[in-house]
T-cell receptor
Framework: GAGVSQTPSNKVTEKGKYVELRCDPI?????LYWYRQSLGQGPEFLIY????????DSGLPNDRFFAVRPEGSVSTLKIQRTERGDSAVYLC??????????FGEGSRLTVL | GNSVTQMEGPVTLSEEAFLTINCTYT??????LFWYVQYPGEGLQLLLK?????DKGSNKGFEATYRKETTSFHLEKGSVQVSDSAVYFC????????????FGTGTLLAVQP
């Protein structure tokens, strides 16, 4: 489809494991965002890419979280040594520069 | 800092009832304001927006007016339908360079036939 695609849609892992979440933005969108939505809360900003570079990573909670976008299209959010508190829905959004954000359906992460 | 406060849900209404979901904000500078909607099983979608004071955003029968004097952006609809059942998020953006959105906690609306 033409929308933002996120995989996997669901991920269950054990505490301490490493996790990667993938986002395929809308073709041609230069801006890409990651958000985290905990149960009963609104989405919280994690990181923003303009092209290949992370223009704003002020929302990453700690150094266990890292994201890349090596070719300016697909992005991967990487979480090391997962903790139970990392359980949430991770949302990706893309846009043209300065334009409306289009969100994917999210990746639900459960850390046991 | 920048933040959004919206009324807690759930809000339960009968079909054709009038809807108001309150939203107030705190921001430095001149924010743009948004309402997003999340239907069951779907991703967040932009419902409407307003970029400056006194602007009214509207879409699908929903309206919200940017009130700088009361720092509010309340969502209204004159006659709700069952298909409007969803979670509604108020949000703001203060950085034109990044378009980074700050969201409220969301309000669940349940419309009963």
């Amino acid at each position: 489809g033409a929308g933002v695609s996120q995989t996997p849609s669901n991920k269950v892992t054990e505490k301490g494991k490493y996790v990667e979440l993938r986002c395929d933005p809308i073709s041609g969108h230069t801006a890409l965002y990651w958000y985290r939505q905990s149960l009963g809360q609104g989405p919280e900003f994690l990181i923003y890419f303009q092209g290949t570079g992370a223009a704003d990573d002020s929302g990453l909670p700690n150094d266990r979280f890292f994201a890349v976008r090596p070719e300016g299209s697909v992005s991967t959010l990487k979480i090391q040594r997962t903790e139970r508190g990392d359980s949430a829905v991770y949302l990706c959004a893309s846009s043209e520069t300065g334009g409306e954000l289009f969100f994917g359906e999210g990746s639900r992460l459960t850390v046991l | 800092g920048n933040s959004v406060t919206q009324m807690e849900g759930p809000v339960t209404l009968s079909e054709e009832a009038f809807l108001t979901i309150n939203c107030t904000y705190t921001a430095t500078g001149y924010p743009s304001l948004f309402w997003y909607v999340q239907y069951p099983g779907e991703g967040l979608q932009l419902l409407l927006k307003a970029t400056k004071a006194d602007d009214k955003g509207s879409n699908k029968g929903f309206e919200a007016t940017y009130r700088k004097e009361t720092t509010s952006f309340h969502l209204e609809k004159g006659s709700v339908q069952v298909s409007d059942s969803a979670v509604y998020f108020c949000a703001l953006s203060v950085s034109g360079a990044t378009n980074k959105l700050i969201f409220g906690t969301g309000t669940l609306l349940a419309v009963q036939p």
